[in-house]
């Protein structure tokens, strides 16, 4: 059995791999965590994906006892601004399409037609729209009634992939590492705040240790890159090559901004906004105590002083005094994140732009799938391949559905936008992008292995972005009876104007929550 794990970078990353496998092995395992107090965590990251809650159901944290110290927030779904056309809204929620006769509500509603399809087929749209909470004032969850099932059971595991959880939380991310740093310190493991200044391998190329500023050498059997886009350890010491996704995803820089609000008087959407914007896209993230906001965008379109200003503008006078943080982003995956003794996780081992809110899930995957391939003194090379293909797979799969918002948008009004059109897309996208240009998306026709991303997401996408649309309804509805399809239409309305009459707004809750 391998001994010690030493990981090196205390951001997001590092302290989430640390407190995971602290928690999966306990003191089978030593974890020694290095983090530097010169090199700065990269102070983004703040909306998560809905799987984030079984990672804190792992640790046996209840939401009382760490949302309050990270400012968090709850995140029901992605609200899209301006992706079709000026003024246009619609939601991607985490929230699964009822399916009536085998069809899900998608196709219905092509059939049927509607006003908005976010919002004539799911309920959370209209809980965004209202401000409120997903959970009642007794702390039970909204969906308690409704089609998806109810509360899950504290302790799960993160790979159950078929308990996808209703929501995800906005949060400090530099906060939330603090808070695991405690967590994680008082449940034993080593936390040693140095610099790491050199990586020493063995004559077969194998990390032996690490030398420190001021700690001497520390040696591990495995060793974990958490430190950043800079890849210390599996780019720069292991060599292994970067795969950039930019001939797909342009997307290379971020200006980003903390801008003190007062919740009270603006209230808190339970969702993040990705507005379009002429050469990428703004997020708008409410916390409990500030909004995070920055632009995303290809520096091939905009300069970044551009950018700054944009997004200046964009947010209005309260951002004024507010120092603007200008991040370059190193978008792709390394060809595997797991060579020797190196495990890289987080954005050492690969990053897509934040647009669907998937860099910590990449993380909890990561660890969750280190756990799973966890190797002993064999060293099996199986374990170690096994590995790399889910995470590149992930990677990969996620990358292709970023692609698909850009190319299924209507909008095409700029240079930036036009390009989307026109740019190559990842193989195998084409195909089915023909496939969904007759029959939406399904589990058989999205991309094939696991991502986190289900077919009603492709669905909700491409019907709100409204650029790739089926021509027509399935030829199989008209054999069939409406009436059921018709009526589910007719409850999803009760639904919402039912919760949205009966669950505190998410300020409301928050609050009560914060109070214990
Ligand atoms: P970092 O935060 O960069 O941490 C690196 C660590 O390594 C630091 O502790 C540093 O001190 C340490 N280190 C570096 N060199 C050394 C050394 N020589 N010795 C010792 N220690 C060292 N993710 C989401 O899930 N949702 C989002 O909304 C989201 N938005 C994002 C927006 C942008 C613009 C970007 C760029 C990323 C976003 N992400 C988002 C991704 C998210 O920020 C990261 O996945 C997450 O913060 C993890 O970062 P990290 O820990 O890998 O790296």
Redesign the pocket.
Known sequence: MLRNVVI???????WMTATYLKEAFGDRLSVTL????????????????STVRHFFDYLGLAEHEWMPACHASYKLAIRFENWREPGHVFYHPFERLPKVQGFTMADWWLKLGGERFDKDCLVIPALCDAMRSPRYPDGELFERALHDGGDRPRRSTLSDQSTQFPYAYHFD?SLL?EFLADLGTSRGIRRVR????EVRQDERGWISHVV?REHGDITGDLFID?????G?LINQVMKEPFESYQDYLPNNR?V?LRVPIDVVENGMRPC?TATAMDSGWI?T?PLSNRIGT?Y?YAEDFCAPEDAERTLREFVGPAAAEVEANH?K?RIGRNRNSWVRNCVA????SG?V??LE???????QYGVEQLVKHFPDENWQPELTAGYNRAIARCLDGVRDFLVVHYRCAARADTPYWKATKERPVPAGLEERLEAWSVRLPDETSIYPYYHGFEAYSYNVMLLGLGGHLPQRSLPALDYLDDTEARAQLARVREQASALVDALPSQQEYLASVASG
């Open positions: 090196v970078g205390g951001g997001t990353a590092g290095v983090e530097s107090a010169r090199v700065p965590t990269i102070g983004v990251g703040e909306a998560t994906f991310a590492a140095d610099d790491v200044l420190t958490c430190t950043g886009f800079r210390l971020a980003a993040t997020w993230i920055g995303v991040i982003m996780i987080g954005l050492s990053f732009e934040p809110s998937t860099g910590i899930f990449f993380i």
